[in-house]
Structure formats: C-alpha cells, structure tokens
C-alpha cells in the first residue's frame, strides 16, 4: 500500500526534527520548528505542523517509529498552530525577530501548504482556535482584495505563482466561510487571479466561459509563453512550473474533500502545462530542469511534484503518475538511509545547514509537508472520503484530455533559445537563457542521476573577481525531424575584485555550437572562447560535461578510455585531475570524443560537492559532480587579448557502452574534413565535424566562429546576413551532401571538391552520401 510509503519516510523524520522545534518558556502552548522569523520562517513551521499534525491522525502510526505518542504529536501539532496564528498581525505575540506577518504577496502560500494538516485536526481544534483561524483568513482575504492587484506578464511582473495561490486562497476562504459579507467578491477576485495564473497570450481573445466570463474579461497578461515556457525569477524555469500545478492541487483536493465544485478557472490550462510537465519528468520521478535550478538540487519543486502527481491521477486520469509517485519516493527514502538519522537532507546540505539553519529547516519542511499531502490524500481515497463532484459532461472531457497528455517528442521556444528532443534512447536539450547560462544536456532517458545544469557542455571561464555571470549576446536555433540545430554568442562577466578601485569588468568571448543530429544518439558540440583583453584566469575549461558522482549513483563511476578503465568513488574522495586523451565512455551507457583541440580530455574531480545554490557562499556545496573537460587549466595564469581560452569539437553519444565507444573512435579517426574559405577570412576560422551516427550515416557539421571579439554593429549584422562560399575536402567516397535545414543538396565539382555556402557566423548539418 504506496500510503505505507509515506508513513515510512515521515515518522523517523519527526525524531530528526526535535532539534529544530522549540517552546517558548513564557509561552508553554506555542511552538514553532526552524527559526521562528518572518516570511519563510512562519512558512518552514507551517509546513511542518501539517506533517506533524496528519502524522498525528494517521490510524497506522507507529508510536515506537517516532518516539513520540499520538497524543504528543497532536500537541505539538496544535502548538505550532497556534504559534503561527498568534504570531500574525491578527494575534498578540510576535515571530522571533519582533515583527508579525502577513499582508504580502506571499503571505497566504504557507497557509495554503498547511491547510490538509488543518483538515487533519479539525475536530482537535478549540472554539478559540477556529475564531482566530477565520480572524487570520479573512484578514488575508480583505488585504489581497483591497490592496493587491492582479498582474501578470511573460518576463516583467511575472506571477503565475503567486496568482495561483492567491487565488486558491479567496476561493478556499470563500468555501470554508461562506456566509462572510465578502464571500461573493473573494470568488471572483480569486477566479481573476487563476485566469491570469496559467495564462498565455491567447487568453487574450478567449471567449471561453469560466466560473460566469470569459477568459479575455478577465486576463491581465501572460506570464507563460505560448509554448508554456515560464520565465520565472528570469530563467526557463520548469521547477515553477510544477510550483503552479502544486497550488492547483491544494485547492482541487480541498474541494474533493467538502464535496463542492470547485471553481472552473482552477483548471485553467492545466492539461496543456501539464504535457510539458510530463516531458520534463525522468522516469525515476526526478525532474528534468532543462533550463537549470537555482536551489537545492533534487529539492522544493522537485517536492511539489508529489501533489501535482496526485492531482493529475486524480482528475485527469494520468496512467504515469503512479510509477512516477513510487519511484520518487523511492529516491527520497535512499537519501534517508544515507542519512542515517531520520532526516532527509542533513548529510547531503550539511555545510548549508551551518550557514543556514532556517534555509535547511525550510527544505527538511518542504519535503514533510508534501508528503504528508500524498499519506493525508491517499487516506482519503481509501476511506472514501473524496466526493466526485464533477458532472458527467466533466467526466467525459477529463478521459479525453487524458488520452492527450502523452509526453512531447520536442519542444522549443523562442525567448528562451530552448529546444528539447525526447526519445527513448536520448534527452537532448540547449537552453540559452537558464539558470546558470547556457547549459545542455545529453545523456539516456533512464539516468536522472547522470543530470546537472551548472552550465553544463557550456565550457568555463573564471577570471579574479569574486563571482562571475554571462551574459547572452545573440542565439539561434533551427529545429528538424529528429533533432536540432542551435548556435549563439556569450561574454562572461567577472565581478567584485578584491583589489580596491578594481572595477567589474567582461573577460571572455565564446562563441557554441550544438547540434543533436537526427540518429536519435549523437550530440556534436563546438565551443570557442577568447580573451577579451590581456587578463589573469584562474580557471578555464573546455567542454564541462558534469556527471554526478555522488550518493544518488552510489558514490561511483567508471570510466572507460584508451589505456583502461578507472572506476572512482565521488563525495569523499580527494581533489586530482586525470588524462582521459582522446575519448572517454562512462558507465557503458555515455561516451565521449574529442573531434578536434589541442588539449585532450581530463577528468577533473573536484574533492567537495562543488554544484551549489549561488558562488556568493562558497563552500556550501549540495552535490558532487566529475567534470569531464577538454582544456582544465586550474593553475593562475595571464592570457593576451584576442588569445584562445579553448577551442573544441566534442561527439556526445547516448546507449553505447565501451567497447562500441572504442569501435566509434576507429570509425572517427577516417572521417577527415577540410575547408577552405574563399578570399576575406582564413580557413581557420571555419570548423569543421565529419562524424557517423548509429544510423550508420555520415553527417557534417559546419560552423564560422567568427571574430568573436568584435563587437555588433549594424554593418556587422548586416554582413553575417551574408553567404560565405566554402571548399570542403572530403574522402573520396562520398558523391554528395546535403544540408539538413534547406534540402539543398551539393556534389562534387570538377576539382573534386563539394563548393557549398554558409551563411557569416552561422552553422549548418549536412547528410552525407
């Protein structure tokens, strides 16, 4: 029984939560859990009192499990509610830090993250308690609506988020007291604010009618994209969008459980964010962030995936959901073990838990509070005490969207510079505005293990300043049946030097190139980089394929190579770096070849979990990760103006275990190209890939670095709208190619030379026959 799951993984979670729970002396019946400050303090022990408080009501706890009786739970529970009602501006004590909450924008998120632990006890709860619940609500309610207004937009006043939760909650306050003189005005805010939650630029021409309008009456702006893309917190952001569908949830099992309809714009769009959803989901459960994660890895949105789970089995029917709900819980129960002590976290985010207590009790109580949703939800269905509320026409239209929620096979947007191609034997995606941009992924579908953003296949260049960001110049990108073609520029910008009057300045130029060709395995990867002006580096590497080696993988890889094998623990292990030469295959299942560069392939392991929240507090790593680089200069070094930082040309190759990897490099070393550019710029600056995929074709992959350090003018951009006419020498054998965008096909010309053009500053893929 999958509740049994649940209980598993939170009752030796409480034991671990003692130490981050206190009482007040002068106050014996208020607690909280965590730090007891404002915002996401009042939040972090909100959500843990609904772990606490569904726990207590469980018929299957295991008193001896937690060390604590149910009586003793359910104390606690009420404490820690009551501290966080008195402890609002409606109540008569204070957060720890002297201030109340409440009357902002996200005040009302961890109520809404309370309430199924509220539901839990309600019979527990005092006539007292209920008064200052009902004070609380309302008061929140009266505030969103008379003093924050409903807005929305696709970069700038972004808010699906926080629309969705404010709206659930009107909704919510409106359902548990209906007879409140402003009940009627809390339901048609909060249907204004879910319309403008999931809202795309369509919304604005809909007619359709939800809860009495139509959608154009009451939208605001879109904070999605037309192709569901959210740019959130100014990142593709697809752990926000699991964070929607989570509010979406709340509410819809609220309502199940009261046997109401609910509101018909709680829905709004949700089967069609869904399918994106359900493409950035490995099978395992974890979450493909194709655009990156600036949090915790595996943590918070990854958590509320749990509820939106549930939500999707529930309405919509969603076969997956149940394989994909089992399987996360089995990760999340690995990392228990680890720990050893109960918790979820403690061993993996120790050093943050040092800096950071409330940041740790925050994520400890993310985790508790979601799966105390799937226990309290899941026993609802087995009592049936979930009331189907929807009418038969409902009924029908949720099988059928159900049977249309199949994952995508690709998907791209434009903003973003995203594309994502899916298959079952490759995940292939390039994001250019992420998280820590640009990052790239490819690797099998069935290793969520093997996944990091950290500007991953996007090389790195560090200067002397403290922290470092880049910024994208210009992008590109090209779909096609099969895969996808994109190429854009970067500067990297390093900031805050120790030396006093040092000023923040941009250090490097690089220009990438990324093709997934259509053989459903192969990725080719080009990067450039130059120094700006004569500066001092202290790290540069090519390539930077990360590949996690930590407790999630059982701390261990093997790499295979040219003289052998190397099999290496991850976290724990101490800082070295070792010479792979020309290609590496890792785990049997991802190989890797260097097609052209100077430097060979290293593998550089780092000594300390290195991928972590932001450089801004250095040593509070949250994940190990083995850098495969191709150039890791470590060493403190000086680079002239216009010099090279890297130049390489990488083949990625998902499903081959090592001893088709070594086969594929005898294949390689035959495919020899060369180009020659007519007069205006010298051959070197045209690179060049001739590489076979499993498809057993050839392919050619072009591409014009450029003067990278130029900077963009009119007349530059005019001029890379033009044609470069090229010469490229091939083995004999082949008769012809043809460009994989256009269908223009080219032969050999009477000197026996293909003579093809190439647009200045861009790429191009060629079939070769």
């Given at each position: ?531 700006l002006n004569r500066d001092y580096f202290r790290s540069v590497k090519g390539l930077l394929l990360q590949i996690p080696n930590d407790l999630f993988n059982g701390n261990k890889r093997t790499y295979y190579m040219e003289r052998g094998k190397l099999t290496v623990e991850g976290y724990g292990s101490k800082e070295e770096q070792k010479d792979l030469f020309d290609w590496v295959n890792i785990d049997n299942c991802l190989s890797v070849l260097k097609c052209y560069g100077d430097a060979s392939l290293s593998l550089y392991r780092p000594g300390t979990r290195q991928i972590q929240i932001t450089d801004r507090f ?152």
């Amino acid at each position: 029984m999958i509740r049994h799951k649940y209980l598993q993984l939170l009752q030796p979670w409480v034991n671990s939560a003692k130490k981050y729970l206190y009482r007040f002396p002068d106050h014996r019946e208020l607690v909280f859990y965590g730090s007891g400050t404002n915002t996401w303090g009042v939040q972090t022990n909100q959500k843990a009192l609904a772990a606490f408080a569904v726990l207590a009501e469980d018929p299957d706890l295991n008193e001896k499990e937690i060390g604590m009786t149910r009586e003793e739970l359910l104390e606690y529970a009420l404490a820690m509610l009551r501290f966080s009602l008195r402890s609002h501006m409606e109540g008569d004590v204070c957060c720890t830090d002297g201030t109340s909450w409440g009357h902002t924008w996200i005040s009302v998120l961890g109520i809404e993250r309370m309430m199924h632990g509220v539901r839990a006890i309600w019979r527990h709860l005092t006539e007292e308690d209920k008064i200052l619940l009902k004070k609380v609500l309302t008061s929140e309610a009266d505030w969103l609506l008379d003093h924050y207004p409903v807005e929305a937009g696709p970069v700038k006043q972004n808010k699906p988020e926080s629309n969705l939760w404010n709206g659930a909650f009107l909704h919510r306050t409106a359902a548990m007291y209906p007879d409140l003189p402003r009940a009627a005005e809390y339901r048609e805010k909060g249907s204004c604010f879910l319309v403008n939650s999931i809202s795309v630029p369509s919304d604005a021409e809909s007619d359709e009618i939800l809860d009495g309008k139509p959608v154009s009456g009451r939208y605001a702006g879109n904070n999605f994209f037309s192709s569901y893309a959210l740019n959130h917190h100014h990142y593709m952001n697809v752990g926000y969008m699991v964070i929607c569908l989570s509010n979406v949830a709340m509410l819809h099992f609220f309502y199940r459980e009261k046997g109401i309809r609910p509101p018909e714009a709680l829905y709004h769009h949700v089967p069609e964010l869904w399918q994106l959803v359900r493409t950035c989901i490995f099978p395992d459960g974890r979450l493909l962030r194709i655009g990156g994660d600036t949090r915790v890895r595996y943590c918070y949105c990854q958590d509320y995936l749990i509820p939106v789970l549930l939500l999707l089995e529930d309405r919509y029917k969603d076969p997956d959901c149940w394989d994909f709900e089992q399987a996360w819980l089995n990760i999340v129960k690995q990392e228990q073990e680890y720990n050893r002590d109960g918790s979820f976290l403690s061993r993996r985010v120790e050093k943050l838990a040092c800096v950071s207590p409330l940041y740790y009790s925050r994520l400890e109580s993310d985790k508790a509070a979601t799966l105390a949703m799937g226990l309290y939800w899941h026993r609802m269905k087995e009592e049936h005490r979930l009331h189907d509320t929807m009418e038969d026409t409902g009924k029908q239209r949720t099988v059928k969207v159900a049977s249309e929620m199949h994952p995508l096979s690709f998907w791209t947007d434009d903003y973003h510079g995203a594309s994502l191609h899916r298959s079952d034997r490759r995940i292939a995606s390039w994001v250019w505005e992420a998280s820590e941009k640009p990052q790239g992924l490819c690797l099998p579908p069935d290793k969520s293990d093997m996944a990091e953003w950290h500007q991953n296949l996007a090389g790195e260049v560090r200067g002397m300043g403290c922290f470092h960001r880049n910024i994208i110049t210009s992008h590109e990108e090209h779909p096609f049946d099969g895969g996808f073609l994109t190429y854009g520029k970067l500067r990297t910008r390093s900031e805050r030097f120790v030396a006093e009057g040092e000023g923040d300045r941009e250090i490097a130029v690089e220009k990438i190139i990324y093709a997934a060709l259509p053989d459903d395995a192969t990725v080719l990867v080009m990067q450039q980089a130059r120094a700006l002006n004569r500066d001092y580096f202290r790290s540069v590497k090519g390539l930077l394929l990360q590949i996690p080696n930590d407790l999630f993988n059982g701390n261990k890889r093997t790499y295979y190579m040219e003289r052998g094998k190397l099999t290496v623990e991850g976290y724990g292990s101490k800082e070295e770096q070792k010479d792979l030469f020309d290609w590496v295959n890792i785990d049997n299942c991802l190989s890797v070849l260097k097609c052209y560069g100077d430097a060979s392939l290293s593998l550089y392991r780092p000594g300390t979990r290195q991928i972590q929240i932001t450089d801004r507090f250095p040593d509070t790593g949250n994940l190990y990760a083995d850098e495969i680089c191709c150039t890791c200069r470590r060493d403190l070094h000086p680079v002239g103006k216009g010099n090279l930082l890297f130049d390489v040309g990488s083949l990625l190759r998902t499903g081959e275990n090592h001893v088709e990897a070594e086969e594929s490099v005898g294949i390689q070393k035959q495919l020899v190209v060369s180009i020659v550019s007519n007069p205006g710029r010298e051959s070197t600056d045209i690179k060049g890939i001739l590489c076979q995929g499993v498809d057993k074709r050839i392919y050619l992959l072009l591409a014009d670095m450029g003067d990278v350090n130029s900077e963009t003018t009119v007349s530059q951009v005019q001029k890379a709208q033009q044609a470069r006419e090229l010469c490229i020498c091939m083995p004999e054998k082949f008769s012809g190619i043809t460009d994989v965008l256009s269908g223009k096909r080219y032969t050999r010309s009477t000197g026996g030379n293909f003579h093809c053009s190439l647009r200045n500053e861009g790429a191009a893929l060629f079939t070769v026959d």
